[in-house]
């Protein structure tokens, strides 16, 4: 059964940074692209960041580009979302999903499992 | 960026009726080299995270119920639900994964008459 556990979020003040993490099981991790999908407070659905099975294609959403760096651990079966000079408007839950192939910029962009999310408020 | 709208913004259905609910994109998500269109449909419940029903436009998931089906080619799609159930009451998003910034719809809202 694919498990997708998301941790490091919490209430966080303008400007400071956070690192979030997702740890994946029930699957082959190394096979599989990886993005971080948001959803602030009662909205919609966005994409963060993905990133390709050996992190050769990475990207962001032009919100955080700059700001947020995705990592992967292979070995270690983990995603990480880097976040700095955090804003308001990044407060969300930040979800992480697997997409349905190894790589992210070849049509399989869309994503086949979602973890249960890390909440993230940034407010002082 | 390819922007996704979707109408209407809620929908309310008897069970066992027809819902219908339609996205756009701002460009076409049609790939012509494999002739694919590269637009996926979710379902989120109250508390849970988002579940994929539909890719390439008209492909379900493994598991899916067959009254889900999608339909739609360039820039217009419609997912539809043959005979809606208590448990389809949710929120349904488009997404586009054509090309980068990968986007979703706004949302539609389904509930029971």
């Known amino acids: 059964e694919v498990q997708l556990v998301e941790s490091g979020g919490g209430l966080i003040q303008p400007g400071r940074s956070l690192r979030l993490s997702c740890a994946a099981s029930?699957?082959?991790?190394?096979?599989?692209?990886m993005h971080w999908v948001r959803q602030a407070p009662g909205k919609g659905l966005e994409w963060v960041s993905g990133?390709?099975?050996?992190?050769?294609?990475?990207a962001y959403a032009d919100s955080v580009k700059g700001r947020f760096t995705i990592s992967r651990d292979n070995a270690k079966n983990s995603l990480y979302l880097q976040m700095h000079s955090l804003r308001a408007e990044d407060t969300a839950l930040y979800y992480c999903?697997?997409?349905?192939?190894?790589?992210?910029?070849?049509?399989?962009?869309?994503?086949?499992?979602w973890g249960q999310g890390t909440q993230v408020t940034v407010s002082s | 960026d390819i922007v996704m709208t979707q109408s209407p913004d809620s929908l309310a259905v008897s069970l066992g009726e027809r819902a219908t609910i339609n996205c756009k994109s701002s460009?076409?998500?049609?790939?012509?080299?494999?002739?694919?269109?590269?637009l996926a449909w979710y379902q989120q419940k109250p508390g849970q995270p988002p579940k994929v029903l539909i890719y390439?436009?008209?492909t379900r998931e493994s598991g899916v119920p067959d009254r889900f089906s999608g339909s739609g080619s360039g820039t217009d799609f419609t997912l539809t639900i043959s005979s809606l159930q208590a448990e389809d009451v949710a929120v349904y998003y488009c997404?586009?994964?054509?090309?980068?910034?990968?986007?979703f719809g706004p949302g539609t809202k389904v509930d029971i008459k």
């Open positions: 460009q076409s998500v049609l790939n012509s080299p494999n002739n694919k269109n590269y």
């Open positions: 999903a697997k997409g349905p192939a190894y790589d992210i910029l070849t049509g399989y962009g869309y994503f086949d499992y």
């Open positions: 997404q586009q994964y054509y090309s980068i910034p990968f986007t």
């Open positions: 029930g699957f082959t991790f190394i096979d599989y692209a």
């Open positions: 990133l390709s099975w050996n992190s050769g294609d990475i």
């Open positions: 390439w436009a008209s």
